[in-house]
């Protein structure tokens, strides 16, 4: 009986010491824990730090104002201030997945291009991308909305860095060069005259709206004899009075288009 208690009393002392080297362990790691901090727990490593380090946002351009507006907008298009032509384009290069409605085709060289609201596309991959049109390539239909400049008494259309011009023979409007004096605009040689403010009645885009007005000025330079692209009119006689008809059957036309015209 002593035998036995005594070999009782010696494991109860083991277990105890034992228990007493696992306690001493665990407060030891606590220690080391604590003493090399949270990262040894999931936490970022040096080398992972936080977001806003491993992603700095992307430079904002500098908006400097241009006219009074800014020389950007909210979706990053440039403002096309040359000749206070005042309006926002995405800038050459840009690539989208897939061409806006209403766009027309056009092609030079083989090669297609893709114009809506004076926004030129070429395909790239399996989208389009923006891009300058060649020299020499003829649209039947200006930029909805376009500035007239005048060199040489030659009338030329701009928007978004292109510049158009009405050449004999064409059907249309050519992509020409810009002209060698382009930053030194000449006065037009005939007293400006107000033009047409045309007004959509029945919700027409403005692409739309730009081809109705260039049917109708088919249409009234064929009736009066005068074309307000040309130097003059293109006609020597009377330019004002020819003027006033080319007005009246514009607006006869547009109007039965559906046009608001003052």
């Keep these: 009986m002593k035998l036995y208690g005594d070999v009782k009393m010696r494991s109860k002392i083991t277990l105890l010491s034992l228990s007493l080297l696992l306690l001493a362990g665990q407060s030891l790691q606590l220690a080391r824990a604590q003493e090399h901090g949270p ?12 977001q ?4 700095p946002q992307r430079a904002q351009p500098r908006v400097a104002p241009v006219a009074g507006r800014p020389a ?19 800038p050459v290069g840009t690539v989208r997945p897939s061409l806006p409605s209403e766009y027309r085709p056009y092609y030079r060289g ?20 923006v891009v300058r049109p060649p020299v020499g390539l003829v649209i039947n239909v200006l930029p909805p909305y376009y500035s007239t400049v005048w060199f ?4 030329y259309y701009y ?10 023979g064409q059907d249309g409007y050519t992509v020409v060069d810009a002209p060698d ?16 403010i045309v007004y ?7 692409d739309q709206q730009a081809a109705d007005q260039y049917e109708c000025h088919n249409w009234a330079k064929g009736q009066t004899g005068f074309d307000p692209t040309q130097v003059g009119g293109g006609d020597p006689g009377n330019s004002a009075m020819n003027r006033s008809n080319y007005n009246r059957a514009m607006s006869a036309c547009l109007q039965a288009r559906g046009y608001q015209v003052n």
Excluded: M, T
Excluded at 159 to 168: L, R
Excluded at 181 to 196: F, G, M, T, V
């Design 200 to 206: 959509p009645k029945n919700g027409q885009s403005k």
């Design 110 to 129: 083989g090669r297609p291009y893709y114009f809506n609201g004076g926004i030129w596309y070429a395909p790239q991959g399996p989208g389009f991308v």
């Design 52 to 55: 806003e380090h491993v992603q």
């Design 159 to 168: 928007a978004d860095n292109v510049y158009y011009a009405s050449q004999p």
């Design 39 to 50: 990262q040894e727990h999931g936490q970022p490593q040096p080398h992972a730090q936080p």
């Design 152 to 155: 040489g008494g030659v009338p």
């Design 72 to 90: 950007y907008d909210a979706h990053g298009q440039v403002l096309d201030s040359r000749y206070n032509h005042g309006r926002y384009y995405p």
């Design 181 to 196: 004096n382009a930053d030194a605009p000449s006065e037009p040689p005939d007293p400006p005259q107000a033009d047409l």
